[in-house]
């Protein structure tokens, strides 16, 4: 990976955190006749562009959606393949993104992941913890539904116990029980391969996201479609709720 200087047109500033929805690996494959680790393997490499594109845009962070949890329940064999490229990825991927200042940290359900695995997602964690060129968050196993229900078991108990009065639950409080409870929320999520909807994905924290959906097929993703979605989103008037000027 090259380490280019950050830029952004001038006058705009690019989103601080974009979250990407990689969809449409298995379609990449399977338009080609290939079998779809083949698209997964091609996947990996558009997010080694996606990283590099992201740097040189100046974003801060970067949050993607790699193994969801509903995908546990696709063919043993794909999840096998899943995995095992997931497992590729952290050893042969992390010295590399660690020389180029980033920081990468694992969000979602990581103990249903072979024991090896889980060392090596604490490892990359670790040997990266002390960059901040692009926070890289990497969502596995990750579903939102399942992450709101388990911040809200935690205030439960804690109201149960008696440390908490349920009236003086503010966002914030709750929030707080999140994975990203120290991660800003997503400026911008992007989905690829033409399809509209979240897909049990940041729901809480993208509430005031701007969304972004594209056609391109994930393994074909680059710096191009990267730039266009930054140019789309400086196009959007940002007003949380509040009606317009």
Do not use: C
């Amino acid at each position: 990976m090259s380490a280019p200087a950050a830029r952004h047109d001038a006058g705009t500033a690019p989103p601080a955190h974009i979250a990407i929805i990689m969809d449409g690996n298995g379609r990449w494959a399977a338009a080609r006749h290939l079998p779809r680790i083949a698209g997964h393997r091609e996947g990996a490499r558009a997010l080694r562009r996606t990283i590099e594109a992201a740097i040189n845009h100046g974003v801060s962070w970067l949050t993607i959606y790699a193994f969801s949890s509903e995908n546990w329940r696709r063919p043993v064999a794909e999840v096998l393949d899943l995995t095992g490229l997931l497992r590729h990825y952290l050893r042969s991927e992390v010295a590399e993104l660690a020389a180029n200042g980033v920081r990468i940290r694992m969000i979602g359900d990581r103990d249903r992941f072979d024991p090896d695995i889980r060392a090596d997602m604490e490892k990359a964690e670790r040997d990266t913890a002390g960059n901040s060129r692009l926070n890289l968050t990497v969502a596995l196993s990750y579903g939102a539904r399942d992450e709101i229900v388990a911040a809200a078991r935690r205030l439960a108990r804690a109201a149960r116990e008696g440390t908490l009065d349920p009236a003086t639950i503010t966002e914030a409080e709750f929030a707080a029980g999140l994975y990203t409870t120290d991660i800003p929320d997503p400026d911008l999520i992007i989905r690829t391969s033409g399809e509209q909807r979240l897909s049990n994905f940041l729901l809480w924290q993208g509430a005031y996201a701007e969304l972004i959906f594209l056609d391109v097929l994930w393994p074909d993703f680059g710096a191009a479609d990267f730039a266009a979605a930054l140019d789309a989103y400086a196009r959007r008037e940002r007003r949380f709720g509040a009606r317009p000027g």
